[in-house]
């Protein structure tokens, strides 16, 4: 083979030839449309009619929106500068946000509220995202006494003393939980009653220690109502839900007849007629002249009713789980706590994070039904205060589309968390 | 019929004349039927004993109740000195000593194999962190997968999860330890694995209650084997005599059934 040269025969390729490029029918944009929209006759059709009916919304849309007056005092000035052109009389927005966003609220205090908002981000990462330090956590548990304090005002002294009396129920509850859990559970709550029947004493309505100046529960609406509602009865109707499914799984008759008894009464009854029954008939119950703030009332039943639609889907993730992670876990000597904390419930949740999603977008929805007791927040602002006045008698897509708007970035946002979320959790991958 | 408890025949290093586990006269059922009845047994520290037997036959039932898995309803059983009851605090503390292993394997599957591993050492016995993270090192360095300590259970064969559940097991350093079909889900060439794990523990004097039907393992390991059918002990003996020599017509039919292929 040594003897076969280059000089010694006709030819010798040095170089490859370079590789031709694909015909433009097989790259880029031209492939992916003929892959994507036209593969088939049936798909080709689908897609020009879905062009034309895209067309067709934006054709009526853009110039509603485009030509939307957003300076002017009523509908009738609108209608004077739109002079018979389709627009959108945006004015009402411009001029009454503050009210939609905050309600009654006082306007030289709305940063108080902003400030909750901004604050209820930062404790809410460390729960969100498990890569924080977990340090922050002591930031949570102190935000919502921080955001009492910034929305309703008053003294200091209030929610100090409402957190105090958690911080002695859970020290008197760590003591005694060695001995047995339901020892502690009631020695701990029992110790935070006493604590606050003793510090009503201290703290008395006009303490003036460190006091913003106090908003009445029926000047806080607009949107941050719905917010507020949203966001408690959510935090609190889930650690709720989660021991309702437990036990209506457990195996002492009382506790699952209860569990059961509840979760079946509050589904089986529209939210509505529980919130009637927080507005009007709580009343009869409560001793005369106590003043059982109404929010408070309504945070109550949304939370009782969403805690129960919540203890259904976990259940649901719980009966998912095959018995041998129970087993597993008994036959490591797991008591009934850690096993449900370290093996059960991290895996039954995961499995329910959907359903449990599916309930909280729900619940923040359902909290615009408040408006039909006649509380002020976003829709009930728009069809009372706003609606009703001369002025704006009339704007109904605006307001509507706007109230629509403001939801669908809260519960897209929740969603994308959830499918983020899904996707760390997921272990079973190669 | 119900035979006589013998002692273990064989002579061995590893069995002490200590009682690991006596059960007395133990019925169980499930409803209205009758799983195991009347069974006696007593196990010496050191023991490695495979109970097989057909499909049904409460060979899984009875290792169950040993860590009251399962709970029993007539008799009575000792474990470690401890007489198990209804009692929480005491079947907790029989099962931090007991150790089992699944027939489909078990594992937590949100969990890294490390914190399989560590986790009821850390929850049950307080260890640190630290020390438990080496201990369950050390045992999946012997079942030879601490390369896959930061995977997942789903990351990993059918032998190497059964291999990390064996570890996650010894991670608690029992004195029991009990396999429920521990390669029946197993993959022909994932069972040697598994098997050649359990031979290494066997070897080191650990007393092994093992439902299998793995009669190469039964002859090598095995000092006693026992036969089970209808829920009662039929035969058990040394697996020399037990293979060779058996005595009823029952394990006779069973051995020609496994055997004879």
Same mark, same amino acid.
């Given at each position: 083979?040594?003897?076969?040269?280059?000089?010694?025969?006709?030819?010798?390729?040095?170089?490859?030839?370079?590789?031709?490029?694909?015909?433009?029918?097989?790259?880029?944009?031209?492939?992916?449309?003929?892959?994507?929209?036209?593969?088939?006759?049936?798909?080709?059709?689908?897609?020009?009619?879905?062009?034309?009916?895209?067309?067709?919304?934006?054709?009526?849309?853009?110039?509603?929106?485009?030509?939307?007056?957003?300076?002017?005092?009523?509908?009738?000035?609108?209608?004077?500068?739109?002079?018979?052109?389709?627009?959108?009389?945006?004015?009402?927005?411009?001029?009454?946000?503050?009210?939609?966003?905050?309600?009654?609220?006082?306007?030289?205090?709305?940063?108080?509220?902003?400030?909750?908002?901004?604050?209820?981000?930062?404790?809410?990462?460390?729960?969100?995202?498990?890569?924080?330090?977990?340090?922050?956590?002591?930031?949570? /548990?102190?935000?919502?006494?921080?955001?009492?304090?910034?929305?309703?005002?008053?003294?200091?002294?209030?929610?100090?003393?409402?957190?105090?009396?958690?911080?002695?129920?859970?020290?008197?509850?760590?003591?005694?939980?060695?001995? %047995?859990?339901?020892?502690?559970?009631?020695?701990?709550?029992?110790?935070?009653?006493?604590?606050?029947?003793?510090?009503?004493?201290?703290?008395?309505?006009?303490?003036?220690?460190?006091?913003?100046?106090?908003?009445?529960?029926?000047?806080?609406?607009?949107?941050?109502?719905?917010?507020? $509602?949203?966001?408690?009865?959510?935090?609190?109707?889930? @650690?709720?839900?989660?021991?309702?499914?437990?036990?209506?799984?457990?195996?002492? @008759?009382?506790?699952?007849?209860?569990?059961?008894?509840? #979760?079946?009464?509050?589904?089986?009854?529209?939210? #509505?007629?529980?919130?009637?029954?927080?507005?009007?008939?709580?009343?009869?119950?409560?001793?005369? =002249?106590?003043?059982?703030?109404?929010? $408070?009332?309504?945070?109550?039943?949304?939370?009782?009713?969403?805690?129960?639609?919540?203890?259904?889907?976990?259940?649901?993730?719980?009966?998912?789980?095959?018995?041998?992670?129970?087993?597993? =876990?008994?036959?490591?000597?797991?008591?009934?706590?850690?096993?449900?904390?370290?093996?059960?419930?991290?895996?039954?949740?995961?499995?329910?994070?959907?359903?449990?999603?599916?309930?909280?977008?729900?619940?923040?929805?359902?909290?615009?039904?408040?408006?039909?007791?006649?509380?002020?927040?976003?829709?009930?602002?728009?069809?009372? @205060?706003?609606?009703?006045?001369?002025?704006?008698?009339?704007?109904?897509?605006?307001?509507? =589309?706007?109230?629509?708007?403001?939801?669908?970035?809260?519960?897209?946002?929740? %969603?994308?968390?959830?499918?983020?979320?899904?996707?760390?959790?997921?272990?079973?991958?190669? | 019929?119900?035979?006589?408890?013998?002692?273990?025949?064989?002579?061995?290093?590893?069995? %002490?004349?200590?009682?690991?586990?006596? #059960?007395?006269?133990?019925?169980?059922?499930?409803?209205?039927?009758?799983?195991?009845?009347?069974?006696?047994?007593?196990?010496?520290?050191?023991?490695?004993?495979?109970?097989?037997?057909?499909?049904?036959?409460?060979?899984?039932?009875?290792?169950?109740?040993?860590?009251?898995?399962?709970?029993?309803?007539? =008799?009575?059983?000792?474990?470690?000195?401890?007489?198990?009851?209804?009692?929480?605090?005491?079947?907790?503390?029989?099962?931090?000593?007991?150790?089992?292993?699944?027939?489909?394997?078990?594992?937590?599957?949100?969990?890294?194999?490390?914190?399989?591993?560590?986790?009821?050492?850390?929850?049950?016995?307080?260890?640190?962190?630290?020390? /438990?993270?080496?201990?369950?090192?050390?045992?999946?360095?012997?079942?030879?997968?601490?390369?896959?300590?930061?995977?997942?259970?789903?990351? $990993?064969?059918?032998?190497?999860?059964?291999?990390?559940?064996?570890?996650?097991?010894?991670?608690?350093?029992?004195?029991?330890?009990?396999?429920?079909? @521990?390669?029946?889900?197993?993959?022909?060439?994932? #069972?040697?694995?598994?098997?050649?794990?359990?031979?290494?523990?066997?070897?080191?004097?650990?007393?092994?209650?093992?439902?299998?039907?793995?009669?190469?393992?039964?002859?090598?390991?095995?000092?006693?084997?026992?036969?089970?059918?209808?829920?009662?002990?039929?035969?058990?003996?040394?697996?020399?005599?037990?293979?060779?020599?058996?005595?009823?017509?029952?394990?006779?039919?069973?051995?020609?059934?496994?055997?004879?292929?």
């Amino acid at each position: 083979m040594s003897d076969t040269h280059a000089s010694s025969v006709a030819f010798v390729r040095e170089t490859a030839i370079e590789p031709a490029p694909p015909p433009a029918t097989e790259t880029g944009l031209i492939k992916w449309v003929r892959e994507n929209l036209f593969s088939s006759t049936m798909n080709s059709i689908l897609t020009v009619l879905s062009i034309l009916a895209v067309y067709y919304l934006l054709t009526l849309l853009l110039p509603w929106i485009m030509n939307g007056v957003w300076d002017a005092s009523s509908i009738r000035e609108c209608r004077e500068k739109l002079d018979g052109a389709t627009g959108g009389c945006f004015a009402v927005l411009a001029e009454r946000w503050h009210q939609l966003v905050f309600g009654r609220y006082p306007q030289d205090s709305y940063w108080r509220p902003m400030l909750a908002f901004v604050l209820m981000f930062a404790a809410f990462a460390p729960v969100l995202f498990s890569n924080l330090p977990r340090k922050l956590l002591i930031g949570t /548990a102190l935000f919502p006494f921080v955001a009492y304090w910034l929305v309703w005002g008053g003294s200091v002294l209030v929610p100090v003393a409402v957190l105090l009396g958690f911080v002695a129920g859970y020290l008197v509850y760590s003591r005694l939980v060695d001995q %047995s859990f339901a020892m502690g559970f009631v020695g701990g709550v029992v110790a935070a009653i006493l604590f606050w029947w003793a510090s009503g004493f201290v703290v008395t309505e006009d303490a003036s220690f460190m006091s913003l100046p106090a908003v009445e529960s029926r000047d806080i609406g607009g949107f941050m109502l719905n917010l507020i $509602l949203g966001v408690v009865c959510l935090s609190v109707s889930l @650690p709720l839900g989660i021991a309702l499914a437990l036990g209506r799984q457990s195996s002492m @008759p009382i506790i699952k007849f209860f569990s059961v008894i509840f #979760i079946e009464f509050i589904r089986g009854v529209p939210l #509505i007629t529980l919130l009637f029954v927080a507005n009007v008939v709580l009343a009869y119950f409560l001793p005369p =002249g106590s003043n059982f703030d109404l929010i $408070l009332r309504v945070m109550i039943m949304i939370t009782l009713f969403a805690s129960a639609y919540i203890a259904e889907v976990i259940r649901g993730g719980l009966a998912a789980l095959p018995r041998g992670q129970y087993e597993a =876990g008994d036959s490591l000597g797991l008591d009934y706590s850690q096993s449900m904390r370290l093996i059960i419930l991290p895996q039954a949740l995961k499995i329910s994070i959907p359903g449990i999603v599916n309930v909280a977008v729900g619940l923040f929805k359902d909290t615009t039904l408040v408006s039909v007791i006649s509380m002020f927040d976003l829709v009930g602002m728009v069809r009372g @205060p706003i609606l009703a006045s001369t002025d704006w008698n009339g704007v109904y897509w605006e307001l509507f =589309g706007f109230a629509a708007l403001l939801f669908f970035v809260f519960c897209y946002g929740i %969603s994308q968390y959830s499918q983020w979320l899904e996707r760390q959790l997921q272990t079973d991958h190669r | 019929m119900a035979m006589t408890d013998t002692a273990p025949a064989r002579t061995d290093a590893n069995i %002490s004349d200590e009682i690991a586990i006596s #059960i007395e006269n133990m019925n169980k059922w499930f409803g209205t039927f009758h799983v195991l009845r009347d069974i006696d047994l007593t196990v010496n520290r050191g023991e490695r004993i495979v109970i097989c037997g057909p499909s049904g036959s409460g060979k899984s039932t009875l290792i169950r109740c040993i860590n009251a898995l399962e709970e029993h309803q007539k =008799g009575k059983i000792t474990v470690d000195g401890t007489v198990l009851s209804s009692d929480i605090k005491n079947i907790d503390t029989i099962r931090s000593e007991v150790g089992m292993v699944f027939q489909h394997f078990n594992l937590f599957p949100h969990l890294t194999i490390l914190e399989n591993c560590t986790l009821a050492p850390i929850w049950v016995r307080k260890t640190p962190k630290r020390e /438990a993270e080496e201990t369950a090192m050390h045992f999946l360095t012997k079942v030879k997968i601490p390369e896959q300590a930061n995977k997942y259970p789903g990351q $990993l064969s059918g032998g190497q999860q059964q291999r990390v559940a064996i570890a996650r097991s010894l991670c608690m350093r029992p004195r029991i330890m009990l396999f429920d079909e @521990p390669t029946s889900a197993l993959d022909p060439e994932m #069972i040697k694995e598994v098997l050649d794990t359990m031979i290494e523990l066997a070897e080191e004097g650990m007393t092994m209650l093992c439902v299998t039907h793995e009669m190469g393992f039964a002859r090598q390991v095995a000092n006693r084997v026992i036969f089970m059918d209808e829920g009662q002990i039929v035969e058990q003996n040394e697996p020399e005599e037990f293979f060779n020599n058996p005595k009823s017509d029952r394990t006779k039919l069973f051995l020609s059934q496994i055997l004879g292929h």
